[in-house]
């Protein structure tokens, strides 16, 4: 019954910023953990970023650290991916996940999530 829905993507210039939101709905929702993944098809998923329940612990892959930022808030039911100084190796689709897991030793696998959003394309090009 759960839902995640991705907004915020589209066409910017490299260097640019976007930032993109995903609203979960559904009863019964515990999220321990939310993330960003991105994918481009015919590739395997990409771990991105990822945020505790509390938004004590945040992790990074190395190609966005210092570069794109995630935050949530509890209260909207909602996450968040802050993006600055994109680059052409940015363009893909990013999908946000939440798991109900207290765990968050996974947190960069996909197989640690349970839900996933239908994903909103970000494009970065000259």
């Known amino acids: 019954q759960v839902q995640l829905v991705e907004s915020g993507g589209g066409l910017v210039q490299p260097g640019d910023s976007l930032r993109l939101s995903c609203v979960v709905s559904?009863?019964?929702?515990?999220?321990?953990?939310m993330s960003w993944f991105r994918q481009t098809p015919g590739h395997e998923r990409e771990f991105v970023t990822a945020i505790s329940l509390n938004g004590a612990n945040r992790y990074h892959a190395e190609a966005v650290r210092g570069r794109f930022t995630i935050s949530r808030d509890n209260d909207k039911k909602t996450l968040y991916l802050q993006m600055n100084s994109l680059k052409p190796g940015d363009t893909t689709v990013y999908y946000c996940?939440?798991?109900?897991?207290?765990?968050?030793?996974?947190?960069?696998?996909?197989?640690?999530?349970?839900?996933w959003g239908q994903g909103t394309q970000v494009t970065v090009s000259s």
């Open positions: 559904g009863f019964r929702v515990l999220s321990y953990v």
């Open positions: 996940a939440a798991s109900t897991r207290s765990d968050n030793s996974l947190y960069y696998k996909p197989r640690a999530y349970g839900h």
